[in-house]
């Protein structure tokens, strides 16, 4: 199947980083090229870079969308750090990326290593992955319904086992526990894969060099597979938190921010502050903040982990 | 974790012929993890199925049942508008005209053109990346790429201003513009398909004189079509599921997308006693295209996740 080339060409490009082909760039075909990007040059310019700086912009600005945007200067940041709904927004939404990245990456890497030593089935493969082809709205609505509080199935399992049934999308100690609980169930095949295709680069003499050595199972997993595995890991988390601290749709289909605060997360903050209330420059300034955020994390996850670096020396 | 522990010892692994893998107390035991790991994935599909198969007001006097209670087409009848409305509220449901086709209409219009114009662009940008020569196209390629750091919704506030002066709010080009021209991920993701393509066939097509668009469309998209087929399903996909920007620009029902549409739905169900069966129809009927596309494709879709599949 042609399909199964599909990924070790990508997987070993990938480290090759961003060269191009060999052949050294002359002025040969600048005519050319520039018709064949042009119209992504005119997407890239428009709807990337263009509101970028203006995403900066909105945020030094009073804006309600009726009039024209007013600068006011570091206003909105200053009004930013005083505002305890802001602060409790980063609060709900780290909790919600703590709990949600540290069980999703411990299952999928569960996950990952059963399909590796198990099989290598596709069909096990495509089932895992099924959750992820269907969007967080209808995930969101399939386990409001499964964790109802009155009929649904968990909390009559729950109640049937003689323990208090659980609201869990009402009660605020609940909420944002529940929430990232339904993302992990949504995201777990799919980061399983990324680290099922991590997996799969680690050679397999590996292994038999420590088999041969008298390592157990559990020893190599600790031993050879965490340790190989971290490059990758690093890239996948990379991924999954910087996803993950843009949580909405979920919140936005469930609990919408409630009960009270409880599950009021930083996009769920901006969307209100600049859609409901009309607090445009406000939403943008807390977007800058956002972006911020997520591209520190970023930085120190690479860092920390890192994932430039592989010890398969 | 108690999945890999019990796992047999890689020695006795090596030792036993590939065919006949050893059966022992660890590998049941992780077949075991496995198999509870699947149902958790796949029961509430099934679930989903069960509960919009029943009929909603009966739900409340068998909750558990594992078959439908009160078996009944109605709740998909309701969804699809062949209900009348006395017909709709005697089964629990709210006896609002739903407007299904529409909605639907409208994720197909929206998720087939941006998939389509993004993956032509895409391709076409790609192209010059992988296969011509200019100056600066690296520094060019590489500021393409830094784009994948941005959040989307850093990006979406400014884009919904530009989109409100243009006044194309509430229109298909507004929901379709900004995803219509390319993707970082999708250049990335072909460029590295173009430069597997070996020279010699490019270079046998120049001597016969063929120019680059020839070359485009005759060799490099042909020999590409696998790529190019998983970057559309994958891109359809991710289109179909999105929510945060069409709510923000498709907010009237000529321009409402399936998810934002089941949203709304979902919002405007009694709190007392919602129509669960309804819901469950109606997420299960907006999902089926997804899973039909799904099943039509898996092995090229899994496939496809690998490194190539971050985004």
Do not use: C
Not at chain 2, 92 to 100: C, E, M, T
């Amino acid at each position: 199947m042609t399909t199964d080339t599909v990924e070790p060409v990508v997987a070993a490009d990938y480290k090759s980083g961003i060269r191009g082909t060999d052949r050294p760039p002359g002025r040969g075909d600048l005519g050319m090229a520039l018709i064949f990007i042009l119209p992504a040059l005119i997407g890239f310019l428009v709807f990337y870079v263009y509101p970028f700086f203006r995403g900066f912009y909105f945020s030094l600005t009073r804006y309600n969308l009726l009039g024209t945007p007013h600068y006011i200067g570091f206003d909105n940041f200053t009004k930013l750090f005083q505002d305890k709904l802001f602060w409790n927004a980063l609060v709900v939404t780290v909790e919600y990326v703590v709990i949600n990245i540290v069980l999703q990456t411990i299952l999928a890497v569960a996950i990952a290593v059963l399909m590796h030593r198990l099989t290598q089935s596709t069909v096990v493969r495509g089932l895992i992955l099924l959750p992820f082809l269907i969007s967080n709205v209808i995930a969101a609505m399939l386990w409001f319904w499964l964790l109802d509080y009155q009929i649904g199935l968990v909390n009559e399992f729950i109640a049937a086992i003689g323990l208090n049934k659980i609201a869990f999308f009402g009660d605020a100690a609940w909420a944002i526990p529940t929430i990232a609980v339904v993302n992990v169930w949504r995201h777990m095949g799919y980061t399983a894969l990324l680290v099922f295709a991590g997996l799969q680069t680690i050679p397999g003499y590996v292994y038999e060099a420590a088999a041969v050595d008298g390592s157990t199972e559990w020893k190599s997993f600790w031993r050879i597979t965490l340790p190989l595995l971290r490059p990758i890991l690093a890239l996948v988390l990379v991924i999954t938190v910087t996803g993950s601290f843009q949580v909405f749709d979920t919140v936005a289909v469930t609990t919408r921010g409630g009960p009270g605060n409880a599950s009021r997360v930083m996009q769920y903050y901006i969307y209100q502050k600049g859609f409901t209330e009309g607090q445009f420059g406000y939403a943008s300034a807390l977007s800058v903040i956002l972006f911020i955020i997520l591209a520190a994390v970023a930085l120190f996850q690479l860092r920390i982990l890192r994932a430039g670096e592989s010890d398969l020396a | 974790m108690a999945t890999t522990t019990t796992a047999p010892s890689r020695a006795a692994e090596v030792a036993a012929k590939p065919e006949a893998k050893r059966i022992n107390a660890g590998r049941i035991a992780a077949w075991v993890a496995m198999i509870i790991l699947i149902l958790i994935t796949l029961f509430p599909f099934y679930w989903m199925l069960r509960t919009a198969l029943s009929t909603s007001k009966s739900l409340f006097s068998d909750p558990t049942s594992l078959m439908p209670v009160d078996f009944t087409w109605g709740a998909f009848k309701r969804v699809l508008g062949l209900s009348t409305p006395v017909q709709a509220i005697a089964e629990g449901g709210s006896g609002a005209a739903v407007n299904f086709w529409l909605f639907l209409r409208n994720s197909i219009v929206y998720a087939t053109l941006t998939t389509a114009g993004q993956v032509f662009f895409s391709a076409l940008a790609a192209y010059a990346f992988a296969r011509l020569r200019w100056p600066g196209r690296d520094k060019v390629f590489f500021i393409f790429l830094t784009a994948l750091m941005i959040p989307p919704i850093f990006v979406a506030l400014p884009n919904f201003i530009l989109i409100k002066n243009l006044g194309l709010l509430n229109t298909f080009p507004g929901l379709i513009l900004p995803y219509f021209f390319m993707t970082p991920f999708a250049i990335f993701f072909l460029r590295q398909f173009f430069l597997g393509i070996s020279k010699e066939i490019e270079e046998a097509a120049k001597l016969d004189g063929a120019g680059h668009w020839l070359i485009f469309f005759r060799i490099i998209l042909p020999m590409s079509w696998a790529p190019i087929i998983t970057l559309f399903i994958l891109t359809f996909i991710t289109q179909w599921n999105e929510y945060f920007w069409p709510l923000l620009v498709g907010s009237n029902d000529k321009t409402r997308v399936l998810t934002v549409a089941l949203g709304v739905f979902r919002s405007q169900t009694p709190q007392g006693s919602p129509d669960w069966a309804g819901l469950m129809a109606a997420v299960l009927v907006a999902a089926l295209p997804i899973l039909i596309l799904f099943f039509a494709f898996a092995k090229k879709i899994v496939n496809s996740i690998g490194f190539s599949g971050m985004k």
